[in-house]
């Protein structure tokens, strides 16, 4: 169920109105089940997946905290994170391996295992490794109940695509007794639909124009390259943003409240600021979790740019197998590591100070719109298709202009708005608003998402990392 379709409005729906009627000690229950309904409604034969992730980790912590020795307690740390990691690394990585770095070396022919990729499979890997990897450091107590782990683990307004919540940040949360009374059903509302507005009219407005660019980047326009460039900047922040907004305005409604995970990330003046704004919970569990355990900056300069480029180019591996990825990971990972090797240098980070903002954003955009290429191109061959065709290709402005009115008239807005957009302002807006205007105003745009729509919603593009 796509958050975007009827059938989840109708199944939240029912969620919704249970929730409210049960008495608060069966809501563990609900969200185990109700969440199972969402998990399995894709495909019902792989709901063992999170449910073996989230056995592994209850009882893999329970094994870890019974020694006290260090180092033996190190050790099953270690053993329960690679055991987590075992379902991932064979659905999403075992034709990548093989095919890709086997097959080349020992003279074999390609195989497709045609494993079918669990949905979410590397949020919920992440979630359990904090769970674990939280209660061995300390910063969260075992859980004691299997089901208010698999609670956290199976909520599903994040189950899917994040945000990756600590467990210090939900599972306190979904225990305690008063939720309902403090759950804000305008509020989570109007954050859905802004989320909604993103996905439907933003993401999906502009995908079909871009799509088949993609797809076979031969013989375009170098105006129309740079649609697709820019395009698909705005498509994925749009389309992961857009979740991200739906899925919190959902948790708000049950009174539950997750992260922010965006924050105008295409306002960053460098590539480390970025980082801060764009999938905020992801990059802090990779600097939690991998970065400062491999030594972070507490280490030789050249030990700590290396840490940096490692953690991008892992990072970049976790949203796909394919080598599109590494290189989309390595090229953000040198970039971070220039931006912290300019603070090395007196001058450098003097000339650095005395850029102008405007500058640097530019400089800083430009990268990102050239990386993004990388991250959505078929193979690295049709990136530099596109990217050649960007700088020398013919342009045909008459025709481009004419046959692109809708899909510039998108970017034109966003482009306007992106400043705006953040969770401060949605609930400043709320709280300042006329609840009737506000009402009257989320009923119109909910109708010109049906009409944009026509009853159905292209899966986000998350849903396959």
């Given at each position: 169920m796509l958050f975007s379709s009827i059938e989840f409005l109708m199944f939240f729906a029912v969620y919704f109105i249970i929730f409210r009627l049960l008495p608060s000690r069966f809501l563990i229950t609900l969200i185990i089940i109700g969440s199972l309904i969402f998990y399995g409604w894709w495909n019902p034969l792989l709901i063992w997946v999170p449910a073996v992730l989230c056995t592994i980790a209850f009882f893999g912590t329970n094994w870890m905290e019974k020694t006290p020795d260090g180092r033996a307690k190190k050790f099953r740390l270690v053993s329960v994170i690679l055991v987590l990691f075992i379902p991932l690394v064979v659905f999403k990585y075992t034709n990548f391996v093989f095919n890709e770095m086997m097959a080349p070396i020992f003279a074999l022919d390609d195989v497709d295992l045609k494993f079918v990729l669990p949905l979410g499979i590397s949020f919920i890997t992440f979630t359990m490794?904090?769970?674990?990897s939280d209660v061995y450091s300390k910063r969260f107590p075992i859980e004691k109940k299997y089901t208010e782990l698999v609670a956290y683990t199976l909520f599903f307004p994040q189950l899917i695509a994040g945000p990756i919540l600590r467990p210090a940040e939900l599972i306190p949360q979904l225990i305690r007794g008063h939720q309902k009374k403090i759950s804000s059903i305008g509020l989570g509302v109007t954050i859905f639909t802004v989320g909604l507005i993103k996905k439907v009219i933003f993401a999906d407005g502009i995908a079909s124009s871009i799509n088949p660019i993609f797809a076979n980047p031969l013989g375009y326009s170098l105006l129309e390259y740079w649609l697709a460039i820019v395009g698909f900047a705005m498509q994925i922040y749009c389309?992961?943003?857009?979740?991200?907004?739906m899925a919190i305005g959902l948790a708000v409604i049950l009174g539950i409240k997750l992260p922010m995970n965006f924050n105008q990330p295409y306002m960053a003046i460098n590539l480390q600021d970025f980082w801060q704004r764009w999938h905020m919970t992801l990059s802090r569990w990779l600097r939690d979790y991998l970065y400062i355990p491999l030594g972070g900056s507490r280490c030789s300069k050249p030990r700590h740019l290396t840490?940096?480029?490692?953690?991008?180019?892992?990072?970049?591996?976790?949203?796909?197998?394919?080598?599109?990825?590494?290189?989309?990971?390595?090229?953000?990972?040198?970039?971070?590591a220039i931006n912290h090797a300019i603070g090395f240098f007196p001058l450098?980070?003097?000339?650095?100070?005395?850029?102008?903002?405007?500058?640097?954003r530019i400089l800083t955009l430009a990268f990102i719109l050239f990386a993004w290429v990388f991250f959505r191109a078929e193979d690295a061959e049709g990136a530099m298709t596109i990217i050649s065709g960007?700088?020398?290709s013919v342009v045909?402005?008459?025709?481009?202009?004419?046959?692109?009115?809708?899909?510039?008239?998108?970017?034109?807005?966003?482009?306007?708005?992106?400043?705006?957009d953040t969770q401060a302002y949605v609930r400043l807006a709320y709280r300042k608003m006329n609840k009737l205007f506000l009402t009257v105003t989320i009923v119109f745009f909910w109708l010109i998402v049906v009409a944009a729509s026509t009853g159905s919603s292209q899966e986000f593009i998350y849903f396959d990392f």
């Open positions: 490794i904090s769970y674990v389309d992961f943003s857009g979740y991200t907004d840490n940096i480029l490692v953690t991008m180019i892992l990072g970049g591996l976790w949203h796909g197998a394919n080598w599109t990825f590494i290189i989309w990971g390595a090229l953000h990972g040198v970039a971070i450098t980070q003097k000339l650095s100070n005395y850029t102008p903002k405007t500058i640097k960007s700088l020398f045909d402005a008459p025709s481009f202009f004419s046959d692109y009115a809708f899909e510039l008239l998108l970017i034109g807005v966003f482009v306007l708005l992106h400043r705006y």
